[in-house]
């Protein structure tokens, strides 16, 4: 009795071993890229807000999350996945950690994510939300990750593997927000040209940083039609998009695919696909019946005029059909739309994706 016992648990044991072992040679034989390390703001964020004690951009609460697997709020401001985890599926790679929840170990080799919700290009962007990792921050805990690499790998091991690495970037978005919300401070001091060209050359700067830590293949997004987000919709008698958010959110996308090229013919060894997120989502209303929307205007999940009078907490309301709507809550998209945009990023065609689309970034040596 007592030997067949033991028997049987070395069985499975063995057996366990060898799923095990299967598994960590499935992974490292079927991704695409060696990692994916992810910065931005809460479009990303897979739950680096969860360690900022102070933040109060979170969604580590129902009935965000209500999607994910088994239903649980992992900090994404999604009802489910969001586009960083979309990203890491098409690499077969599993999505990179926040890296506050390293908490000083060593980094997966598979990447890191620095997104954080509320932040920005600009230093300021979040203010409003107290506690946040700014992109500039997030670049500096980039740095030491990339020394960990180094003491790992050695410096040519690192150089090599963060140069077939990706690097996405969704960014911009609380930026071009937080100028057209009432009362803004950043208005008072800068006419819209000068803000979003300050975001520009500040944005370029970090890039440039980014290079010389060893990036070369990026995926950079535009932001979004920010004046059709509920936000911005429900200050509009009509519902209808605030035209003068979307005219500088389209400006701010015109002069970012003009640095990007720039950037590339400084930086040599960089190649880049740029995401027209602000024509995607136009599109994605001019076609919503096409693609299975029945409330482009409205936010699923939040409380009073267009769901968009407060964020999605738990005492907010939320739609049964998720699958019918672009906005999850008044500054962030479901599930689906991130899917949908992964997507075009992935292996879209020019008018989305350029001047290549992700699958041919991956394939650039
Ligand atoms: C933004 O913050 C970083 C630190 O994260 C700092 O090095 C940089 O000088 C700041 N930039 C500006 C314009 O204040
Ligand atoms: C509100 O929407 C209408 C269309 O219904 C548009 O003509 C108007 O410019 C919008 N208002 C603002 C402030 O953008």
Known sequence: ?????????????????????????RISHAADVPAVYVLGSSVVDVGNNNYLSLSLARANFRHNGIDYPNGISTGRFSNGKNIADFIAKKVRLPTSPPYLSLMGTTPPITGVSFASGGSGILNRTGVNYVQY????????????????LIQQLGQSGAQMHLSQSIFTIFMGNNDISAYFTAGSAVSQQYTPQ???????????????????????????????AIGCYPAQRKTNSTGECIVETNYWSARYNEGLKIMLQDLKSEL????????????????????????????????????????????????????????????????????VVGSMFVDIIYSGTLEYAVPINMRQLIDVC
């Open 268 to 335: 040599l060894e960089m190649n880049y696909v740029y995401f027209d997120m602000y024509g995607a989502m136009i599109n994605l209303f001019q076609n919503a019946q096409t693609y299975g929307f029945t409330d482009i205007k409205d936010a699923c999940c939040g409380l009073g005029n267009l769901n968009a009078d407060a964020p999605c907490i738990p005492t907010s309301n939320y739609c049964p059909n998720r699958k019918n709507y672009v906005f999850w809550d008044l500054l962030h998209l479901t599930e």
């Open 194 to 224: 000068q803000y979003v060209d300050l975001m520009l050359s500040t944005f370029k700067g970090l890039l440039k940083m980014l290079y010389g830590l060893g990036a070369r293949k990026m995926v950079v997004s535009g932001v979004g």
């Open 133 to 148: 990792i700014s992109l500039a921050q997030q670049v500096e805990y980039f740095s030491m990750v990339s020394d960990k």
């Open 1 to 25: 009795m007592t030997v067949a016992t033991s028997y049987n648990v070395n069985g499975t044991t063995l057996l366990l071993v060898f799923v095990f072992v299967f598994a960590i040679l």
